[in-house]
């Protein structure tokens, strides 16, 4: 591929998954240099970036953002609580993990994952 | 015979312009991501990162509203049309362009807002919010440079005594000791202003942000996906390309050719290439050091260049 943008989605997180995201893009890791960019609409880009466990209030727009991205798409969920709800598992307001609501491509592990192995991810994807 | 071997002769000339103007747009667009980059302390996308994007963009799947009308579908086309006209008859490359009788500045003015207004369109027409909100942004900001384009265009033939762009860059070759006037030197630093806010570049318009409030041309294309996008990401670089192709031209023609020979064509492409890079790097590099300024102050900056045309006019009188 060679060329990924991505479309950032918070279902729910505790936000450190996105001081990671922000520093993997930022002059530090610089993501970029692989041909990965964050875009402002879903309709931009190829891949959509879900943090967090999926929370009530989140469940339909997450659907909606991932319908709205033009195929061949990817979903990359980021940090444990994407991947199984982390230590929200079981609270009132969470819905479930992400691959409970749309169907997760790649998943990256941690509690927050660390920059590198995000980046390894999205090359993992990109190819480069 | 002669007049045969000339309508080839500038048939390829102006192929060579829309090529170079095609994939040299977003060539350009990548060399300036690079430079701010590297400013930045980031190493940065490589240069030919968006053609890379455009290419894959091409291959997605077409994406569009359910409310939205044929004009959503025309706009990335017309876009991409108006400005591979223009390129043909500018003389980018070549003082002998085809239909150079037709390469007039009010020409090429109008035939870019073609795309830009169908663009503005399409940002309504996809029925968003921020479509709207962004199309209004970018026709304020283009009624305002309107003025002041026109003004430095009155500025800029009366030494040609022409508004035909070959004849002004002829009179200009022709005539070395009046490249550095007073008046052309006010048109040409108001038409640089023009440009950067018709390119929706920094400080008018950030072309790295996604924050919606703050954006004005990316607002408008929020809902293009695949090769709709494709189109609308080439036609913004090619149009960047060409108004940069145009100033180069005007500021410093030399090494424009002056026929259609296969030498000549050489050599001008090779210089304007190397102009744009220059102003192109320039620009970025003025970029990093500006921060984009608040809407309501981008009049100021418009009436800025007004001004400045304006003198570009009185001191063209007055010099007389």
């Known amino acids: 591929m060679g060329s990924l943008q991505l479309r950032h989605v918070d279902a729910g997180s505790c936000n450190g998954c996105e001081i990671e995201i922000a520093s993997v893009f930022g002059p530090v890791y610089d993501a970029e240099r692989f041909g990965t960019r964050l875009v402002a609409s879903p309709r931009h880009a190829d891949g959509v970036l879900v943090t967090g466990p999926v929370t009530r209030n989140m469940a339909v727009p997450l659907k909606k ?16 609580c994407a991947h199984d709800c982390g230590v929200f598992r079981g609270g009132y307001g969470v819905v479930g993990s992400v691959n409970d609501v749309v169907p997760v491509d790649v998943s990256i592990p941690g509690c927050p994952p660390h920059p590198t192995a995000i980046i390894e991810a999205l090359r993992g994807i990109t190819r480069r | 015979m002669s007049t045969i071997s000339h309508v080839i002769g500038t048939g390829i000339s102006s192929a060579v312009q829309v090529a170079v103007v095609a994939v040299g747009g977003p060539v350009l667009v990548g060399v300036m991501r690079k430079v701010r980059c ?66 007039d500045l009010f020409v090429l003015v109008y035939l870019l807002l073609v795309g830009s207004t169908l663009l503005a369109l399409a940002g309504l027409d996809a029925g968003t919010a921020f479509g709207g909100m962004g199309s209004s942004r970018a026709v304020t900001i283009g009624a305002l440079a309107e003025p002041a384009l026109l003004v430095t265009i009155l500025a800029l033939s009366t030494t040609a005594h022409s508004s035909n762009l070959p004849a002004i860059v002829s009179a200009i070759l022709a005539h070395p000791e009046s490249v550095a006037t007073p008046q052309r030197l006010f048109a040409l630093g108001a038409l640089l202003i023009v440009i950067v806010a018709e390119s929706g570049r920094l400080p008018v318009d950030n072309p790295a942000t996604h924050l919606e409030l703050t954006m004005v041309h990316e607002a408008m294309i929020l809902e293009y996906a695949g ?35 296969v030498s000549g064509v050489v050599v001008g492409l090779a210089s304007v290439v190397a102009k744009v890079a220059v102003v192109g790097v320039f620009l970025a590099v003025f970029e990093v050091f500006i921060a984009k300024v608040r809407l309501f102050r981008v009049p100021e900056l418009l009436a800025g260049a007004f001004v400045l045309a304006l003198l570009g006019v009185v001191s063209g009188l007055v010099a007389k």
């Open chain 1, 65 to 80: 953002t991932v319908e709205a991205t033009p195929q061949p798409r990817v979903v990359i969920a980021v940090g444990d």
């Open chain 2, 227 to 261: 090769p709709d996008l494709a189109l609308v990401t080439v036609g913004e670089a090619m149009r960047l390309t060409l108004l940069l192709g145009i100033f180069v031209n005007l500021v410093a023609p030399w090494g424009v050719a002056t026929s259609t020979s």
């Open chain 2, 38 to 103: 590297r400013l930045e302390g980031r190493v940065g996308p490589p240069v030919l990162q968006p053609l890379v994007d455009i290419r894959k963009l091409f291959r997605k799947q077409r994406f569009r509203p359910d409310q939205a009308t044929w004009i959503f579908t025309l706009a990335p086309v017309m876009l991409v049309a108006t400005v591979v006209v223009a390129a043909a008859i500018t003389p980018l490359v070549t003082t002998h362009p085809a239909l150079r009788a037709s390469s």
